[in-house]
């Protein structure tokens, strides 16, 4: 029939050191989330100085890579070093460009409101997160977009503008519907 199975002894967690590491991981993730805020306003910035300048594809692959470990990765480490190498590649930009850095902006704490634009911020970054496998898996296969990628890196720079209003919210989310399109079209 079959062989014996043997395991090895299983490590379990208390219910404190549970909690304490989901909220760790809840934190690094947040600081991502407004780590790539900046990023955005810093590649916004850029390219608004520069008519026709689109930042490369590092910058565009680190705002992916962030997007879709802010919501898809768990591991502290992880997340603290891509965190730093999304702050790194907002300063190299900033830098090279001769722009403004954008800040760092906990978009999520403002989420928890019942009113219609924190619902629209919270649908909008929920949106980015999204495309992020898509965006991922076309990166893979060799594909890029520029509009893809303005759109991602302008609409992080919206979500740090605390003033962003209902109407603002609503074009980012028809913008971020065409991106997310264009993203499963090519991750196939």
Not at 25 to 47: F, K
Not at 85 to 107: I, K, L
Not at 156 to 164: D, K, P
């Amino acid at each position: 029939m079959s062989d014996a199975i043997q395991h090895g002894a299983v490590q379990g967690t208390d219910d404190a050191a549970l909690r304490a590491g989901i909220e760790e991981v809840a934190r690094l993730q947040d600081e991502l989330v407004a780590e790539l805020v900046g990023l955005g306003t810093t590649m916004s910035n850029a390219m608004d100085a520069l008519p026709g300048f689109v930042p490369c594809g590092h910058a565009f692959g680190v705002v992916i890579e962030g997007l879709a470990a802010s919501v898809g990765r768990f591991e502290p480490d992880y997340l603290r070093d891509l965190t730093a190498a999304v702050r790194a590649r907002s300063e190299h930009v900033s830098d090279h460009r001769g722009v403004a850095q954008g800040m760092p902006m906990n978009v999520r704490a403002g989420l928890g409101s019942d009113d219609k634009v924190a619902a629209m911020r919270a649908q909008l970054l929920a949106s980015l997160q999204g495309i992020a496998p898509y965006a991922m898996r076309a990166m893979e296969l060799g594909v890029m977009s520029d509009e893809l990628d303005v759109t991602l890196a302008n609409t992080l720079a919206a979500l740090g503008r605390e003033e962003l209003g209902a109407k603002e919210l609503h074009d980012n989310l028809g913008r971020v519907s065409e991106a997310a399109r264009i993203a499963m079209t090519f991750a196939v």
